[in-house]
């Protein structure tokens, strides 16, 4: 039986001593055929007869056997070659979509310290979460006494505050220029300017991203909290 890439209906039909197995009402892409013949008809394996019907696997099989006759190599080995290429790409396919999601699945850490206030509800002072740390908005409570500066202006709470956040940090091995973004509460947005003033001096290169909003009331009564998310290296 000799094997050849005679396409048919988007098939391959082999080709039996130079002969075609024909059927009536079968219609291959060879041109001189015509429908409804007898069951066998010569067939010119002329370059120009064969693979007249466009088709992927007879394109491939045209593909390896030109490669065949450039490399020298055989049918057999370049076939092996190709199956061993797409067994590693199919592996390294399911590698990266089965393990890259589970890289990242590193678990949470609750960062603490005394260096900050104590937690005054069911929350962490920061939670590290892969390389990424989430820590909780500080209010002005002095971690030595636990009070808050109640009668403080907004530039010492504010001074307080990012203190306090960055005790947190430090508990981490980060600083504050691993901040990438903060949120800013403003019981009276009246005084951004005077709490913006004392923010600038802890960012003073690539400042994080950050929103200011004005509440109606803050834990407390303080005048400002602030919450930020950083990131480790």
């Not at 797409?86 to 260096?115: C, D, F, M, Y």
């Not at 505050?161 to 990438?180: F, Q, R, W």
């Not at 019981?187 to 950050?210: G, H, I, W």
């Amino acid at each position: 039986m000799i094997f050849d890439g005679i396409v048919g209906l988007g098939r391959v039909r082999p080709l039996i001593n130079g002969y075609l197995p024909w059927r009536p009402g079968a219609g291959y892409g060879v041109q001189g055929h015509k429908r409804n013949m007898h069951r066998k008809k010569r067939v010119s394996l002329s370059p120009a007869k064969i693979f007249v019907v466009p088709s992927t696997l007879g394109t491939g099989i045209a593909s390896i056997r030109e490669k065949s006759r450039i490399t020298g190599l055989s049918l057999g080995k370049i076939k092996a070659m190709s199956n061993k290429v797409l067994w590693a790409v199919i592996v390294l396919a399911i590698i990266t979509a089965v393990g890259g999601p589970r890289a990242q699945e590193t678990g949470k850490k609750v960062i603490s310290t005394p260096a900050a206030p104590n937690a005054i509800g069911p929350y962490s002072q920061a939670i590290r979460a892969g390389k990424t740390l989430y820590l909780a908005g500080q209010i002005a409570i002095d971690p030595k006494t636990n009070q808050v500066l109640s009668n403080g202006t907004i530039e010492e709470q504010t001074r307080r505050v990012l203190d306090n956040l960055t005790a947190v940090l430090v508990a981490d091995g980060l600083t504050m220029d691993h901040i990438v973004s903060t949120t800013v509460f403003l019981k009276d947005l009246s005084e951004f300017e005077k709490m913006n003033a004392v923010y600038a001096t802890y960012f003073k290169n690539e400042p994080p991203a950050r929103a200011t909003v004005e509440v109606a009331r803050l834990p407390r009564d303080v005048k400002v909290e602030i919450s930020a998310i950083a990131v480790a290296p």
